[in-house]
């Protein structure tokens, strides 16, 4: 008789048939005599309309407000989960954020969960009762309701299962788990059985939409082990946890390719102390985030310059290449390339760490395809390089293949 | 410097430019310094969908979960209406009922309000804000959702109203305020400015479309005095409040007409004690609701024998005919006399205590105009009468003509 947590997004609810699915599931697993906390999102589509609805009214909503008002979306979706249960003659109860006694900051639409207080939950756990609960939201001490952010749901589902002591939590999804690739690229990608945090972590980072990295970051952090599976089917999924000693025997865990990225090459810019932060500061006060960087070295000695090349998300190219043509006069660059055809390619596993000669027949695979490293940039235990664009498809299949295959 | 709580029905908020409209009411109010506490109900429309979307999970949702659902649509307007008070730079915080501190009974889908601790609200109130309350809703002491049922949005106003000891209460609702008579029925028909209590709810248990009962008898019961008011115009609508003596100078306040009652009669039913009683109960049974009902005095000795007449809501015969020929054998009556086509009028007003010969106009004025009377029944303010169904708009506008013409 476990105690599980289970997860359901929002396509997984996304209409009354699918929500009779979820039902159906629960009820499998409640019948083998599990105990079942199940935390769920909005309807997919439902937070859009809200946003829409708001931003008829106002382009930019009070968060407070937008907190209220999106919060409406999970607690359809749990009164909805609850409902079909009782269709099945399963006893459950819905719980809204605050009444699952989900405590946050004050920060609103980025809410932090603080501290949960699971007491209701326990009790209606002991009478028997399938507790449902709405993902993504929670309420401040002074009872105001904020919500989580991006991938909230995750967060509540694995901060549940921590401050429950769960034995298990299932984050339930529309893939069958962690890929070794993009199977949609990568035709032979196999599903892992298990993965570390720290490899997820960097896939996610590197581009890979399995999970947002503060879900991940939080299971971590608490050690909740979880398992990301298929709504859709009765496979097993992967299983992430802390890395094990098993673990390093594999050096690449998985490959990913983001191509959402694009790059801009400082040239000839002066190498003296206090340049580069300059040009990242300016860049982070305009809210760009920046991804890799890399310095040359610089060339000439009475006023030594340096090319200083940074990878953005593509959609901040316009904004970022004003904040640079701003900063030339102060800092006195010659020019300011950007190259949106470019993707990133990444390779990832703790197996690196006891490992050596990754990088290099990750750049010799690279080579015999024929495709040119623009950028490299490497991390305990991921490689990432960027490529031509247009290439990007083919070195991670040849990557995935040297590697994985 | 007033403090003032309105009430805006789901019609006054259907989408995002009638919320506007609101806001821009509720900003002119604040602009003149009133201090204001605004009830807003679910877009019209909402609550059908959501209960559409439940219908579709399971046919009879449990109570508590139908609450949870319901909420989420007074939540949505709360939320956009303080979006669109922030749009006006007018400073606003929405509340839900639990955060308003309106707390109810345990009974989901028609919970009673058990007391209103407006601590929070008048907080926000000292510090400038428009507060914004979702009607409709409240918490038990245990911290469930709950929903007050049909009219419930004014029931919180009211309420409310009651609590911080408003100055004034606005009902602002679709219509001008309540009138002598339907207007579309007749044409001569005028706003009142002002009624009293129990003839609004005499009036509206007559089948006039105002309010809901309930919300008026709370406003009697805590001497609240209100105004509907329409949110389409800026006309005065009818103050509403405990009579006055002046009120009594006017013998009829308003003539209303129900078209959707129907008569049975159980002809020669035995003249014993319990016969009445019994076929009463075994409506009731079967949550049918009965309105008027007219027993004639019995003939016969040996064994007498009367007729009982009584209406029920035209929805209801099919149902109330049932529970009729279940009875038949039980109780002996001759036979069962269905008729859908009639409707009752009726004439409300509390001078008709110190007036007399008030009946007698009103039937020699239907009989003035060739109008049989089926039924009669009256009450201290109010007379109704049964007629037939076709002749049902003449009658209104011949009372109407005869008495406020």
New interface residues.
Partial sequence: MALIVQKYGGTSVAN?DR??NVAARVAGYRERGDRLVVVVSAMSGVTDS?LK??K???PL??E???D??L??GE??T???T???L??RDVPA??L?GA?AGIVTDRVHTKAKIQNITPRQIHALLDSGQVVIVAGFQGQTQE?Q?TTLGRGGSDLTAIALAAALKADLCQIFTDVDGVYTADPRLVPSARKLDEVAYDELLELAGAGAKVMQLRSVEFAKKFGVVFEVRSSLNDNPGTIVKEETKSMEGIVVRGVSLDKNQAKITVVAAPDRPGVSSRIFHALADAAINVDMIVQNVSHGSARPITDLSFTIDKPDLLKARKVMDALKPEIGFREVIANEGVAKLSIVGVGMRSHSGVAAKMFETLAREDINIDMISTSEIKISVVVDLAKGEAATRAVHEAFLG
Same sequence: chains 1, 2.
Avoid: F, Y
Wanted: charged residues 10%; glycine residues 2%.
């Fill in positions: 009354p929500i009779k809200l609805l708001a008829e009214i106002l909503p009070p407070r407000e937008m209220m008002l919060a409406t607690q359809t749990i009164a909805l609850a409902m079909a009782h269709a109860v819905s809204t009444q009872g309701i």
